[in-house]
């Protein structure tokens, strides 16, 4: 685990992980849905053409 911080920093630890989590997640949700929505668009098809 290379490089720990002190209780003194848990607050800022929290916060920038929170962030982090949030706004990446932000970030990448319109990515993986339009991936998404492809598929089942895809698989829609096939099961109503049978």
Request: no cysteine.
């Amino acid at each position: 685990m290379g490089f720990v911080l002190g209780w003194q920093w848990m607050g800022l630890r929290l916060a920038l992980g929170l962030v982090m989590v949030f706004g990446l997640g932000y970030l990448v949700n319109p990515h993986g849905h339009a991936e998404r929505s492809e598929g089942v668009a895809r698989s829609d098809r096939a099961t109503r053409r049978r």
